[in-house]
């Protein structure tokens, strides 16, 4: 079967490439056959990242603070792709229209070439979604974006995940609202290479921002920077793209990330497995146990 299509996006159209991304979305191709056309993901240059994840709870600014920073990035001529995982939007199972409106620096003509934004349907999509993403990263990767964001809510586990796969994590935090840094936020914060405090318009904001350090420098290793901006005054905003543009893994959080690459890479195993179906189906009837359908699973790909 040929896909012109991937021939096309290779070639630079976006419309091309979001046919791509959506085929990719519905397991309409695999991974293997884009990356057979369009050419191989390239490698990173010195220590520089490809992926950054942007996390966080729902409300916090993460798509206005990515307006200004890629604002910023675009403006240095970098070429950088968003991939917006929210499943909190009712309209769209992505956040289409909510991040769509938000993001101003696409109407921005000279700017707007260097800058691709896409939502990821996470109620339309056939897989898992942090598979879905890696799969999307490789492709904007492989077609010369050099810089691919990913957007999630940094609550679940499968948004967790999804910024598991990135080279590096910002989470973005809000004001103190008088609670203190509890057990969910401080699982998130484990994986953090930088923190922004943002809405630092609002009282609490610094208040936390010191919350952070103070908890962070309870922790070995370097402490992860935490800067504050807000992204509707437009304050510390170029100082945090710089910031994140240089950003060195905290190594902290590293045993913390591939522990959840390695749950994501062995849901990956599963849900590809070519007898998945067969063994549900056994499952279901009770001809075999879970133990043994894992093993027929592992097996197949040490054969
Ligand atoms: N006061 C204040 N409000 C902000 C700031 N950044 C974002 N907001 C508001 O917070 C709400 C959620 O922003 P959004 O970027 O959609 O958050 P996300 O869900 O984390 O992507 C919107 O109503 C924004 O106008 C900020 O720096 N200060
Ligand atoms: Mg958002």
Not at 171 to 187: C, N, S
Not at 190 to 195: H, I, K, R, S, T
Not at 286 to 299: K, Q
Request: charged fraction near 25%; aromatic fraction near 2%.
């Amino acid at each position: 079967m040929t896909f012109e299509f991937l021939e096309q996006a290779k070639s630079g159209d976006r419309r091309s490439l979001a046919r791509t991304l959506s085929s990719l979305e519905n397991g309409l191709v695999k991974i293997e056959e884009v990356l057979d056309v369009i050419g191989p993901v390239p490698l990173p240059i010195n220590s520089d990242w490809q992926t950054l994840a942007i996390t966080g709870a729902p409300g916090v600014g993460k798509s206005c603070l990515l307006d200004g920073l890629l604002r910023s990035w675009a403006e240095k001529g970098l070429r950088v792709a968003v991939l917006a995982v929210d499943p909190s939007s009712p309209r769209t199972g992505g956040a289409l229209l909510g991040d769509r409106v938000r993001m101003t620096v696409v109407d921005d003509k000279e700017l707007n070439e260097l800058i691709y934004l896409r939502s990821v349907a996470t109620r339309k999509a056939s897989g898992s979604v942090p598979v879905i993403v890696e799969d999307m990263t490789k492709v904007l990767l492989a077609l010369g974006w050099q810089r691919v964001i990913i957007e999630t809510v940094g609550a679940g586990q499968s948004e967790v995940r999804c910024a598991a796969l990135a080279d590096r994590i910002v989470v973005v935090e809000g004001p103190a609202r008088g609670d203190g840094i509890q057990a969910e936020k401080a699982g998130l914060l484990e994986l953090a290479d930088a923190v922004l405090v943002n809405k630092s318009d609002l009282p609490g904001a610094e208040v936390h921002a010191d919350e952070i350090r103070e908890s962070f420098e309870l922790g070995a290793g370097t402490t992860p920077p935490v800067l504050l901006t807000s992204a509707i005054q437009g304050s510390g905003i170029s100082e945090a793209a710089e910031m994140l543009l240089m950003l060195s893994s905290s190594g902290r959080s590293t045993r913390a990330r591939w522990r959840e690459r390695l749950l994501a890479y062995h849901e990956r195993k599963i849900l590809e497995s070519p007898q998945l179906d067969e063994l549900l189906e056994k499952l279901a009837k009770g001809s075999i146990l879970l133990d043994e359908a894992l093993h027929i699973i592992g097996g197949e790909h040490n054969e």
